[in-house]
């Protein structure tokens, strides 16, 4: 299995469960990522905040692009006719309100 597959163990999202419980670590060591919607959104989030960094733009220059994530991952060179069959792919629109959120998160790293 890929990493890109594999459950993210220290994830910010189950915090409160790993640092309850230090064993559930091992017990979802090599567990496949189901993902969802959200996280799917999430990363796509990430992948504009990087886009904006490294391309000095701000995240409005980028409404109505659309981001492909594949099994949890940014794929910046999506093409539906070379799709690995099985895969999980969701499209997101750069709109407004992404980019709004994404513009807070750059101005605070910056």
């Known amino acids: 299995m890929s990493e890109d597959k594999l459950h993210a163990l220290l994830s910010p999202s ?5 640092m309850t419980c230090p064993g559930s670590l091992a017990m979802e060591r090599g567990e496949p990522n189901a993902g969802s919607k959200y996280s799917d959104e999430g ?9 904006c960094l490294t391309e000095r733009k701000h995240p409005t220059a980028f409404i ?5 994530i594949v099994n949890g991952v940014y794929d910046a ?8 069959e099985g895969a ?4 997101f629109e750069v709109d407004t309100e992404m980019a ?6 750059v101005q605070h790293i910056l």
């Not at 189950?14 to 790993?18: M, S, T, V």
């Not at 109505?64 to 492909?68: A, K, Q, T």
């Not at 999980?88 to 499209?91: F, M, N, Q, S, Y």
């Not at 709004?100 to 998160?105: I, P, S």
């Open 43 to 51: 990363t796509a989030a990430h992948a504009l905040a990087a886009m």
């Open 88 to 91: 999980a792919v969701r499209a």
């Open 77 to 84: 060179d999506f093409d539906a006719d070379f799709k690995e």
């Open 64 to 68: 109505g692009r659309i981001l492909h």
């Open 100 to 105: 709004g959120h994404v513009n807070t998160y």
């Open 14 to 18: 189950g915090a409160k469960k790993w």
